[in-house]
């Protein structure tokens, strides 16, 4: 069965360091997501991406992050500067007619 | 996306069925309503979604009312493997997120 991959499991960082975070989405789908789950709290979306372009993002994606599609498999989410806030796991989802997550990268920022 | 409420948590049984009940009063007549699990340290995972008719797969069942202004996912013989927090989700099919609430935590017992 197909499914969604995310590397790294973990990435550990120091402040202010830049971070990308790699995700394949299932290769038939055409609509991209990052949502991130801080420790003990719900899960947060952060963007969307359909066409090569956002299509929609929350409050919580600032100018700290972005995201690209560089080689038409890989789904990345960059953080530019990173803050001990930003500690969170972070899915990749991909749909085409439901929505798959992926097993999700650990973020913590020291 | 509509609000959705459902309770903070619930116990059953292993090999019992378990009845997770969702209200969505405010349900437009376009907003499908999807159910997702997360099991712990993993990413949500797809469990079922409808719009108007029950509907069965090899997860879970999901009863929605006639009004369609609640709904029910039914999970026939609850296994250890089940226990998760369970979402409940209402998404319109022009919608290009997902937002998560709270869910219920589904504690089973042996």
């Known amino acids: 069965e197909p499914e969604v991959t995310q590397t790294p499991s973990h990435q550990v960082t120091q402040m202010g360091q830049e971070v990308i975070l790699r995700c394949v989405p299932i290769?038939?789908?055409?609509?991209f997501y990052w949502y991130r789950q801080i420790l003990g709290q719900k899960v947060e979306f952060l963007v969307s991406?359909?066409?090569?372009?956002?299509?929609?993002k929350s409050e919580i994606f600032d100018d700290q992050f972005s995201v690209e599609r560089p080689d038409g498999s890989n789904f990345t989410l960059k953080i530019r500067s990173t803050k001990l806030e930003d500690s969170a796991m972070y899915f990749c989802?991909?749909?085409?007619?439901?929505?798959?997550f992926g097993p999700g990268t650990r973020l913590t920022v020291l | 996306d509509a609000k959705t409420t459902q309770p903070n948590s619930m116990e059953s049984n292993e090999e019992e069925p378990v009845h997770l009940p969702c209200n969505h009063s405010?349900?437009?007549?376009?907003?499908?309503i999807h159910w997702y699990r997360q099991l712990p340290s993993q990413g949500p995972e797809y469990v079922i979604h409808?719009?108007?008719s029950n509907v069965n797969n090899r997860m879970a069942s999901l009863a929605i009312a006639e009004d369609r202004k609640s709904s029910t996912l039914i999970l026939h013989r609850a296994t250890l493997r089940d226990a998760a927090v369970y979402y409940c989700?209402?998404?319109?099919?022009?919608?290009?997120?997902?937002?998560f609430g709270a869910g219920t935590r589904l504690t089973v017992k042996p």
């Open positions: 989802a991909s749909r085409g007619t439901e929505q798959f």
């Open positions: 290769s038939n789908h055409l609509y």
């Open positions: 991406f359909y066409n090569n372009e956002i299509s929609e």
């Open positions: 405010t349900i437009s007549g376009t907003d499908y």
């Open positions: 409808g719009l108007t």
């Open positions: 989700i209402l998404r319109d099919d022009w919608s290009n997120d997902m937002r």
